[in-house]
């Protein structure tokens, strides 16, 4: 069946095609009422996000849709003569009498009166609207909304966007074809199915469509059901919005409910539809478009052009770029509509991709688009209407055939914007591809200045995500990029996160110090993802700010936080800035973006050498960025380019350990804790190739003071991060043993140490050795002083000492315990104080700067800290209440306990060792379980104490008795010591007070007590307490040990860093000696005011030239790294396996490739060789006859051959190199556009076979069109009565008016003469003002374009010239300032607009000197037959640029319109200048040998 209006029997035209548009008007963008802003275009408050239920997104549905949208609704019953298909009288809008409103049917104003449907159908709300979803199918719910035809595209826009909370498309592809079902093949099929979701899903677009469950419609709905069944839940929802006409569809009574419907029910029902249609319910969205009728189809195609027209006006934002959203046609079979949407698609320019193979219209298209404009006959569209119209092509008629043959003509014309997809051809196997390329090629064909159209291309390509697409179409051989033309779109995808394209513009040789200025990471900053953690941290630090309402983001606020994540130990990594060096922006930020028509970003990098503000270390900054957004592949990009890679690494395993801790999603917290090991474990990676390498210059990165960091080290970043991993790796654990040992060698045996310590003369024998040699040649002080600072030896002389204190403290405690303290004990108020004193020390030791605040809570921090300060609060209690006599005795036991206290610090001592070490990790982890288990025993314990009591002793009321009796005695029963009083065998009345008066004995129990029960509460809890608690606390700690057992060596080497750090700095003389040493710090730090500083073995600030050495060797090893990753991902079998996979694919998608490509080059062969066989046949046949006769023959006679066909595996290209067109083209082009310009005038089509007035052409009966203009006193009659125009005089002067032809003698016919370059399809004078020809004068002024040198510059060897160009007011193009001239006028009115009347005198004469360059016909869309453009272009260039003429001219240069523009542009074949001065140009270029 014909897809195109096909008439019903009941007079009713369906439209067929799915889509067949006239040609737009334009959009509505018109003011839209009551429009609100939706909560979904604010940016979202991480912790405030406002979380709406759907029972208050419906409410404003419900109100906002009634308000803004409305239905078409007919107010007018007028019976029609035909009725419905189920027997009802209906009106003339195809509704019954019910479905009208009551005022309808009653006798008003319009009684009597014809039905019209723009009188009769009014607007109303709209009462079908809400949510839909498929009654048996799938319960995807979908949006519906019915609206009136001419609803405003804004509105549409707005409500799906806004409230329907679609994103902004990147793309929007528009599927039009048959409306009826067709067959396809099945590869072609799922080719086409798959590459039309690949590309919807991966850039982000809108799918567009007819809607209804058939056709084209019903092709696409499958390809997105399939992809739903197919895909994972993160990879998003393909969008296929449905626009269908209200009045067609089945069913559509379910729709309706004026206050919405959430969901709508609706039923497909295909067998009892009839006539109508039903909505496809793998569409996500419909847009159902009312005209007040029923029954009648293409009712939604204009709101649909509309509609597209405008969102293909928008422009979409994102990190910076903004492009107008790309729209793509994609046509799949199809009858005249679909040809009719083509046309208007390519018109418009709108770039269509045509799917070969999928039958009628489309094939026919894909058939002859490779041949020259020539070729493609009124015959030749006849019989390929034949071929793939069938019975269907018998009923054309021979005006619908030229109409036809005219519009493929111009289609196939316009060859930049049509694609052909070929399944197979050329290993084109995806349609996303084929689409994707059509957008960019007709990208490529648009005329932008200079490399604007480059960028275009790669903006689209940023845009959609797809860098196969960026590598395979724009970074070519053909434009090499530089890369500052790369950093606005770099922006681009660091903010939208697009890693591949950052790694594609880091290869193509962008180079991140120069792209990271101080102004790039304040915008960057500007635009962090709203739902990330940092970004609430951040705005949380500006809300801060003091007297500043709305503060904006600068570095020292991302300074702030970061310090708050890194540590207080860092160094803000941005200052503060000061009022008179604050780095300023060039631009304002709001405006920071790339903009086609607006500000550009590319501003941003135009800096001068003065204002350029650079940081220490862009890639760092960028690091932090992509990593405080958990931007996983962004960070690994990054971090490769990075410098120093290991304390990078490290702070951003910090980084992410801090933020983790904050963050509530639970899939971003493991993601963080994810990405944070990754980051350790590259660390430790390149550490460990350095190591390999040179352990020396290893360990010098570990102390290193890195400045990009906050002066800070690699080994404080693996702590503060608690990276155990990092700090147990063997390089660091020899780094902190080499530190513990000092000076001395890591040899020497312990014994040995401990013998010098105890008599040091031992040292000057050897027995020690060290590791330099200088002090083991030399003796004396310098070897003392090197043994007894070591921090071995200074912890065994601490712990010599710390036993010794607790001995004397037992001491005293359990001997020596006076009235008035002894010696021993003054010694050890004494070594207390020592001790005391060291605490204090290690307190406001403060070598990084820290303050003290930050000082005290990283003391306090530690347990053993802790533990320490108790402990001496302790002693200071107990001797406050030894010194009173009357506390003696308490005094004492306080003294004690603290002696508990004391000793368990030994524990601490003890971590030092490897074996007891570990241990004492599992104790602590153990004493956790202790606690929980306690809790539990506690319930069992406390609740049969109190049962027994109460059952047992009548009214105790001694609280220590109670105690005894609920707690104690319950306890120890766990171990076996079972009170004699349970059970009474066993029980004496001597152990117990009767009256409980006795305070050493407990009450007795009753006389007469069950016994039986006491018995079995007992055995009830031994059973839960002996065998179940304990054998669950043993389970507990057997739990506990297997799981830390693992990690307990990673912890100790962790945690020992701290002891060595802390004995490393801690004075050598053991207390109570260590006082001196602490009246020496006082004295230097207090009185002197020296600083305290680090020791250089944990942290070493080299010299610039050792630390840029040894960066780069860092560097090399890490790139080392890098490979061996590859290498190692490479080996892995699963990847193996994943490589063989691809690789045996290629090879079956070559293998298909070759042999379609076989069959198709076979076909044509044998196509050609038949040709040749009929040539070869007519040429013998005509000798014969020639023979025959006696003579020759007439040369006309002679058959001539066709040209030979393509060799074997050659395939004519749309998109090709260029093609020379043969004469037959040569036709005026622009004056057949069937649409004329500025009028809804149609022109008769005009095929190029008979554009000449001597071809035949007897249907050709074409419109006759003259419009009105205001000077209707200096332009030709109106109509074409034969009086005025008789009066007109052609081929000479007609007065001052000179209405003679450069090309000669034109023909006059009827009256009006006739254009010399043949038909038009439109008669009169158009818009024109004179019939005849119209002289222009184009007026060509350049000049070479010079550099900053005053040299000509140079391209291809060639040099480059620029040209004065205009542009008025709504014009897209450029032009030359000539045209029209007044009569008895020498200059042009284009010119005078642009120029000083002052100066038109000289430029008159620059004219009488200047080169003709063209005179002749111009190809002009307002032509018609009986009046034309004709143009003189005069060439004036200027060759020297201090020609005091072109100075003068520059400076009468101004434009009396305000929407009028003038520029010097330079010279190129994409300059935007209209096609007829392009023409003109590259003639004068030609003609002084200028690039072009």
């Known amino acids: 069946m014909e897809l195109g209006l096909l008439r019903h029997p009941d007079g009713a035209s369906r439209q067929e095609d799915c889509f067949g548009a006239r040609r737009g008007t334009g959009a509505d963008v018109g003011t839209v009422p009551n429009l609100r802003r939706s909560n979904s275009s604010l940016c979202r408050n991480r912790r405030s996000q406002y979380l709406f239920g759907n029972c208050e997104k419906q409410g404003n549905l419900s109100s906002w849709i009634p308000e803004n949208v409305k239905k078409k609704e007919c107010v007018y019953f007028v019976e029609s003569s035909k009725l419905s298909d189920a027997g009802k009288v209906v009106c003339e809008c195809g509704y019954p009498r019910e479905q009208h409103l009551e005022e309808a049917t009653r006798p008003h104003a319009f009684q009597g009166k014809e039905w019209d449907l723009k009188k009769h159908v009014q607007e109303m709300p709209t009462d079908a609207f809400g949510d839909i979803i498929f009654t048996g199918l799938s319960q995807r719910v979908g949006k519906y909304v019915r609206l009136s035809q001419d609803t405003p595209s804004s509105l549409i826009y707005h409500l799906m966007t806004q409230h329907w909370g679609l994103d902004v498309p990147n793309l929007l592809i528009s599927v039009t074809g048959g409306a009826k079902d067709f067959n396809m093949k099945p590869r072609l099929k799922s080719i086409f199915r798959r590459g039309l979701v690949k590309v919807a899903q991966t850039t982000g677009a809108w799918i567009i469509t007819g809607g209804s469950h058939a056709g084209v419609m019903k092709q696409v709905g499958e390809a997105v059901r399939d992809f739903s069944l197919s895909s994972r839940s993160s990879e998003g929802?393909?969008?296929?919005?449905?626009?269908a006409t209200w009045g067609t569809l089945h069913n559509r009574e379910s729709l309706i409910l004026p206050a919405g419907s959430f969901p709508a029910e609706y039923i497909m029902d295909e067998e009892g539809q009839g006539h109508l249609t039903c909505l496809d319910s793998n569409h996500s969205h419909f847009i159902l478009v009312d005209d007040g009728t029923h029954g009648r189809y293409g009712v939604e195609i204009p709101l649909r052009t509309k509609l597209e027209k405008f969102i293909s006006e928008q422009t979409k934002e994102r990190g910076g770029v903004a492009i107008k959203i790309p729209l793509v046609c994609v046509v799949l079979e199809g009858g005249p509509g679909t040809l009719h949407t083509i046309y208007n698609a390519i018109t418009r320019g709108t770039p269509c991709v045509i799917v070969e193979g999928s039958g009628r219209v489309a094939d026919v298209i894909a058939q002859v688009a490779g041949l020259p404009i020539s070729e493609i006959t009124i015959s030749l569209i006849q019989q390929k209407l034949g071929l793939f119209f069938q019975q269907m092509s018998e009923t054309f008629t021979e005006s619908r055939i030229v109409e036809w043959t005219k519009k493929i003509q111009d289609i196939v014309r316009r060859r930049q914007l049509l694609t052909i997809f070929r399944e197979g051809k050329d290993g084109q196997q995806d349609v996303d591809v084929a689409i994707l390329q059509a957008l960019l090629k007709a990208s490529q064909s648009h005329d932008r200045f200079g490399h604007e159209n480059w960028d275009h291309q790669l903006k689209l390509a940023v845009a959609w995500n797809r860098v196969d697409i960026a590598q395979s179409e724009i970074f070519t051989d053909e434009r090499q990029w530089k890369p500052s033309e790369l950093y606005p779109v770099v922006t681009a995808a660091l903010i939208a996160n697009k890693p591949e394209f950052v790694k594609l513009f880091l290869e193509s040789g962008v180079q991140l110090k120069e792209f990271v200025t101080w102004d790039t990471l304040v915008y960057l900053y500007e635009n962090l993802e709203p739902t990330c953690l940092f970004h609430y941290k951040l705005h949380k630090v500006l809300a801060e700010e003091p007297e500043q309402p709305a503060p904006r983001v600068q570095m020292h606020h991302v300074a702030q936080v970061l310090r708050e994540l890194l540590g207080d130990f860092t160094q803000p990594l941005y200052p503060q800035p000061r009022s008179s060096d604050c780095p300023h922006l060039l631009l304002p930020m709001p405006n920071f973006k790339l903009n086609v028509q607006g500000v550009s970003l590319r501003s941003l990098y135009k800096h001068s050498s003065g204002h350029v503000a650079f940081t220490m270390d862009p890639v760092r900054d960028l690091l932090i960025w992509a990593i405080v957004q958990n931007r996983r592949e962004l960070a690994e990009i990054i971090w490769a380019q990075s410098q120093d890679c290991i304390a990078a690494a490290l702070a951003c395993s910090r980084i992410l350990k801090e933020l983790s801790k904050e963050e509530e999603d639970m899939d971003s917290l493991e993601e963080m804790q994810e990405l944070a090991n990754q980051f350790e474990q590259r660390a430790i990676g390149v550490f460990?190739?350095?190591?390999?390498?040179?352990?020396?210059?290893?360990?010098?990165?570990l102390v290193r003071v890195s400045e990009a960091w906050g002066n800070t080290t690699c080994?404080?970043?693996?702590?503060?991060?608690?990276?155990?991993?990092?700090?147990?790796?063997?390089?660091?654990?020899?780094?902190?043993?080499?530190?513990?040992?000092?000076?001395?060698?890591?040899?020497?045996?312990?014994?040995?140490?401990?013998?010098?310590?105890?008599?040091?003369?031992?040292?000057?024998?050897?027995l020690v050795s060290f590791r330099h040699r200088r002090l083991q040649a030399k003796g004396g002080l310098l070897r003392v002083r090197a043994f007894f600072n070591a921090p071995v030896v200074v912890f065994h002389l601490n712990i010599l000492s710390y036993f010794a204190f607790l001995c004397l403290f037992a001491y005293v405690l359990m001997v020596d315990f006076q009235p008035r303290p002894s010696i021993c004990e003054y010694l050890i108020y004494l070594w207390l104080f020592s001790l005391v004193c060291e605490e204090l020390r290690q307190l406001f030791y403060d070598p990084d700067e820290c303050g003290l605040r930050k000082r005290v809570l990283l003391y306090f921090s530690d347990f053993w800290n802790k533990l320490d300060i108790c402990a001496i609060l302790l002693f200071i209690a107990g001797l406050t209440c030894r010194l009173l006599p009357s506390l003696l005795y308490p005094g004492r036991v306080v003294l004690a306990l603290d002696f508990v206290m004391l000793c368990l610090r030994l524990m601490h001592i003890f971590t030092v060792s490897r074996m007891l070490g570990p241990k004492l990790i599992i104790v602590r982890r153990m004493m956790k379980d202790v606690f929980f288990f306690l809790f539990l025993l506690a319930v069992w314990v406390v609740s049969f104490g109190v049962a027994t009591q109460a059952i047992l002793i009548h009214n105790e009321r001694r609280a220590e008795w109670i105690f005894r009796g609920v707690v104690y005695h319950s306890y120890l029963t766990i171990f076996g010591q079972i009170p004699a009083y349970i059970d009474g065998v066993n029980f004496s009345p001597d152990r117990c007070s009767p009256n409980g008066t006795d305070p050493y004995k407990p009450k007795c129990p009753e006389p007469a007590f069950p016994e039986w029960l006491t018995v079995i509460l007992l055995c009830f809890y031994l059973l839960f307490t002996n065998i179940l608690l304990l054998n669950l606390l043993i389970a507990m700690f057997n739990y506990t040990f297997q799981q830390v057992q693992e990690c307990t060596d990673q912890v100790w080497k962790f945690q020992r860093h701290d002891?060595?750090?802390?004995?490393?700095?801690?004075?050598?003389?053991?207390?109570?000696?260590?006082?001196?040493?602490?009246?020496?710090?006082?004295i230097k730090r207090v009185v002197l005011k020296i600083p305290a500083k680090r020791h250089?073995?944990?942290?070493?600030?080299?010299?610039?030239?050792?630390?840029?050495?040894?960066?780069?060797?860092?560097?090399?090893?890490?790139?080392?790294?890098?490979?061996?990753?590859?290498?190692?991902?490479?080996?892995?079998?699963?990847?193996?396996?994943?490589d063989v996979s691809d690789r045996v694919d290629t090879v079956v998608d070559l293998l298909e490739t070759a042999r379609l490509k076989q069959l198709g080059s076979v076909e044509q062969r044998l196509a050609s060789l038949e040709e040749q066989v009929a040539q070869t046949a007519g040429a013998l046949h005509w000798i014969v006859k020639a023979l025959r006769d006696g003579g020759f023959g007439s040369e006309g006679d002679v058959p001539?051959?066709?040209?030979?066909?393509?060799?074997?595996?050659?395939?004519?290209?749309?998109?090709?190199?260029?093609?020379t067109e043969d004469p037959g083209d040569a036709y005026h082009v622009n004056a057949r556009h069937l649409l004329y310009p500025s009028c809804p005038v149609l022109r008769f089509p005009v095929p190029n076979e008979k554009v000449p007035w001597e071809m035949e052409f007897l249907i050709y009966n074409p419109p006759f069109y003259t419009a009105d203009r205001k000077d209707k006193d200096l332009v030709d009659p109106v109509g074409d009565a034969p009086e005025p125009l008789s009066r007109i005089s052609y081929n000479v002067m007609d007065g001052c008016l000179d209405r003679r032809s450069v090309h000669g003698v034109y023909a006059v016919q009827g009256g009006l003469p006739l254009n010399p370059m043949g038909r038009t399809g439109l008669r009169g004078r158009g818009d024109l003002r004179y019939f005849g020809p119209n002289h222009t004068l184009q007026p060509v002024i350049t000049r070479w374009k010079r550099n900053q040198d005053d040299a000509i510059c140079m391209k291809s060897i060639k040099k480059m010239l620029e040209v004065l160009v205009v542009r008025c007011p709504f014009s897209e193009h450029w032009a030359l300032p000539g045209g029209s001239r007044e009569p008895g006028e020498t200059l042009p009115r284009k010119l005078k607009l642009v120029l000083r009347r002052e100066f038109w005198p000289s430029f008159e004469n620059l004219l009488a000197q200047g080169m003709e360059v063209y005179k002749g016909y111009v190809d002009d869309p307002r032509n018609t037959d009986n009046a034309w453009v004709e143009t003189v272009a005069v060439s004036v260039h200027f060759p020297d640029q201090s020609d005091a003429e072109l100075k003068r001219l520059n400076s009468h240069l101004h434009s009396c319109d305000t929407g009028t523009s003038v520029r010097w542009q330079l010279v190129d074949q994409r300059i935007p200048l209209y096609a007829n001065h392009k023409a003109i140009l590259q003639k004068v270029a030609a003609l002084f040998g200028a690039y072009y």
């Open 237 to 243: 929802e393909v969008v296929a919005i449905g626009i």
């Open 688 to 701: 460990t190739e350095c190591y390999r390498k040179d352990e020396e210059r290893a360990q010098k990165l």
């Open 715 to 766: 080994l404080q970043l693996a702590l503060e991060a608690k990276d155990m991993k990092f700090m147990s790796h063997g390089g660091i654990q020899a780094f902190l043993t080499k530190v513990w040992w000092g000076q001395l060698s890591v040899d020497n045996g312990l014994w040995r140490v401990v013998l010098c310590m105890l008599a040091f003369p031992l040292l000057y024998t050897g």
């Open 1059 to 1082: 002891l060595i750090e802390e004995y490393q700095s801690r004075p050598p003389a053991p207390p109570p000696f260590i006082l001196l040493s602490h009246l020496h710090l006082f």
């Open 1096 to 1138: 250089k073995q944990l942290k070493n600030k080299l010299e610039k030239n050792e630390e840029a050495a040894l960066l780069c060797w860092e560097i090399y090893l890490k790139e080392n790294y890098l490979q061996d990753q590859q290498s190692l991902q490479k080996q892995r079998l699963q990847q193996k396996i994943q």
């Open 1200 to 1219: 001539t051959l066709a040209p030979q066909m393509a060799s074997v595996g050659q395939d004519p290209e749309l998109d090709g190199g260029p093609k």
